[in-house]
């Protein structure tokens, strides 16, 4: 089983700076990693995804995600933040041998003017 | 173009009163599947259809099933609702094997009960 854990429960951000998001998982096998993103009664969806390759990638709305293998990670970032950016965030994984995602807790964002 | 739909988008029922949720798929995806999100809370799995092949959560209560009468739609039945059945309830689906665990969502069905 894997386990995926978001080590910030809420992160508080003005406009135009930049933020991180935290994403550590537990597997024994091969994973793929995703984050999503929620919006207020909205339901959810893909930002990025690492399936293979590059450790570094890119999603929609500017944001990017780097894994790291041996630090087992996925951290979310993005440079410089939107009001529209307040939102609902959360990593998920999904082990290569089954197609069920686990999902972490979420990370609340909250960008201020 | 919306890809996986939910109807409604806000049901109200009664504490008891049997409910139906539904969704819909335009993507021909093979697996649907049903998850319950309480406030602040990540989506917690219910079960879903991999084609006809219902999988059910060990700790998904008996109150709820779920139907897939064809590749294109699925129902979520909640036979007797609680209060602690209100939740937002989010459709999704995937392909197994081609797409590698990608889950596309619906915008959601916020149930209360009354």
């Known amino acids: 089983a894997q386990s995926v854990t978001q080590l910030d429960s809420q992160v508080p951000v003005f406009e135009e700076a930049p933020v991180e998001l935290r994403c550590n998982y537990s597997s024994s096998v091969s994973v793929y990693l995703f984050w999503y993103v929620q919006y207020p009664n909205q339901g959810l969806q893909l930002l990025l995804k690492?399936?293979?390759?590059?450790?570094l990638v890119k999603g929609i709305n500017g944001f990017e995600a780097e894994f790291n293998k041996s630090q087992t990670s996925f951290h979310l970032r993005k440079p410089s933040v939107h009001i529209s950016d307040t939102a609902e965030y959360f990593c998920?994984?999904?082990?290569?041998?089954?197609?069920?995602?686990?999902f972490g807790a979420g990370t609340t964002v909250t960008v201020r003017a | 173009d919306a890809m996986v739909i939910q109807n409604p988008r806000y049901q109200v029922t009664q504490f008891g009163k049997p409910v139906t949720l539904s969704c819909s798929q335009t993507l021909n995806h093979n697996v649907m599947y049903w998850y319950q999100q309480k406030s602040s809370q990540a989506p917690k799995l219910l079960f879903h259809y991999y084609d006809k092949d219902f999988n059910n959560e060990a700790d998904t209560p008996d109150n709820f099933q779920s139907r897939r009468p064809n590749t294109s739609f699925c129902f979520l039945d909640i036979r007797s609702p609680g209060l602690g059945d209100a939740a937002m309830y989010l459709c999704a689906t995937s392909v197994v094997g081609l797409a590698k665990n990608i889950q596309y969502f619906g915008a959601g069905t916020r149930l209360s009960v009354l």
């Open positions: 690492y399936l293979s390759g590059s450790t």
């Open positions: 998920a994984v999904s082990r290569s041998n089954d197609y069920k995602l686990s």
